[in-house]
């Protein structure tokens, strides 16, 4: 089947901290992948996106590159900031526009000042 | 324009009410889908339209009933509904298309079944 793995949180970094949370994947072919935010107390947003090997997807200082050989899609900043403080969820896509997505459980980040 | 809007925000019901959750987007997506969150927990997928067609339900009790009324509506009637569906429920939308079309999220409505 297909699924989603993450690293358990909660992350808690100092401001300006580099941030790495690990995202691996299974999937019975070859998935687009998407990192999502959610903010407290908001719905989702999407962060970035990668939809074929070795594409990298990056917005707001946050980047993840789509690595088949190793099925992950792990999330980098280089510098985080306390309004990154939020959760943030891996989840792969298969087939068509119309499947749902497949989430991992959620990574909780808390940057402090 | 991305936005998906949710009415209501908050939603306080009894276990006999009877009230329904609405959804609208204007980006001409013809997939919608609503999702159930608990806290702490990534959400849940209960049911999705496709061109305004039930497509895919996951087993979810006959006191949720899903309404695509039109492209743009997507509705959930809630009755009889128990304390542990306390939630907050999202709606989301998305072309047809591929698999690599972005699902864009409301901002969900609070559910508190008392």
């Known amino acids: 089947g297909n699924s989603v793995t993450q690293m358990e949180g909660p992350v808690t970094l100092s401001e300006e901290a580099f941030l790495t949370i690990n995202c691996t994947y299974t999937?019975?072919?070859?998935?687009?992948l998407f990192w999502y935010v959610q903010y407290p107390g908001e719905g989702l947003q999407l962060l970035l996106k990668?939809?074929?090997?070795?594409d990298k997807g990056s917005n707001k200082g946050f980047e993840a590159t789509y690595r088949k050989e190793t099925t992950s899609f792990h999330l980098e900043k280089g510098s985080v900031q306390v309004s990154d403080s939020a959760v943030y969820f891996c989840a792969l896509r298969i087939n068509s526009g119309n499947t749902p997505l497949v989430f991992g459980k959620g990574t909780r980040l808390s940057v402090i000042a | 324009d991305t936005e998906v809007t949710q009415t209501p925000k908050h939603l306080v019901m009894g276990m006999t009410n009877k009230k329904s959750l609405k959804c609208e987007q204007h980006m001409g997506h013809r997939a919608m889908y609503w999702y159930k969150q608990k806290a702490k927990k990534p959400p849940e997928l209960m049911f999705v339209?496709?061109?305004?067609?039930?497509?895919i339900n996951e087993s979810v009790p006959s006191r949720f009933s899903p309404e695509c009324p039109n492209s743009s509506l997507l509705n959930l009637h809630l009755h009889a509904l128990q304390p542990e569906d306390s939630a907050l429920y999202l709606c989301a939308s998305s072309q047809v298309g591929t698999q690599q079309e972005t699902q864009y999220f409301g901002p969900g409505t609070r559910l508190l079944v008392l």
């Open positions: 999937a019975t072919g070859y998935p687009s």
């Open positions: 990668a939809t074929k090997a070795d």
């Open positions: 339209y496709s061109y305004e067609k039930l497509s």
